[in-house]
């Protein structure tokens, strides 16, 4: 056997070499893109994403069922098709979203107030009849 058969001899010699180290500098952070609308950034609008996606998917295969099922222009039906489920996705999802809001707003309202009158996380209503009875 011949030492050309050796695959280190075979790979080239940039192969062998040792890869350098990756450095993660400060000044390349990564950027986030992101969409501007009237000042505002659209992608930290809650919702904003989710019923776009929704609406494009269902406006394009809606679209292309009509046209595949009878072979006419779909344009009309597929627009209205993705506006429908856009804004009905929209008002959904913020509604939601805007009662999640309130309950953590009273959530956190509650806990401040808790821990202003320094009552214990386990406390119910059963502890406190119990220690009432064993008062007496």
């Known amino acids: 056997m011949s030492s ?3 695959p280190e ?6 192969l062998n070499e040792p890869l350098p180290p990756v450095v993660d500098s400060e000044d390349e952070a990564p950027t986030k893109r992101s969409l501007m609308i ?3 950034d659209c992608a930290k609008i809650p919702c904003f994403r989710d019923s776009l996606m929704c609406g494009i998917f269902t406006g394009t295969v809606t679209g292309i069922g009509y ?7 779909p344009i009309k039906l597929a627009m209205t098709t993705y506006l429908a489920v856009t804004f009905g996705v929209w008002i959904f ?3 939601n979203f805007l ?6 707003r009273l959530f956190r309202y ?4 808790r821990q202003k009158l320094d009552i214990p996380k386990d406390f119910n209503e059963e502890n406190s009849s119990t220690m009432a009875d064993s008062s007496q």
């Open 93 to 95: 999802c913020r509604r």
């Open 67 to 73: 046209n595949l099922a009878t072979s006419k222009n």
């Open 9 to 14: 001899t075979l790979a080239p010699a940039s």
């Open 99 to 104: 009662i999640m809001e309130q309950e953590s």
């Open 4 to 6: 050309s058969n050796n």
């Open 110 to 113: 509650v806990e401040k107030s």
């Open 38 to 40: 009237f000042g505002r």
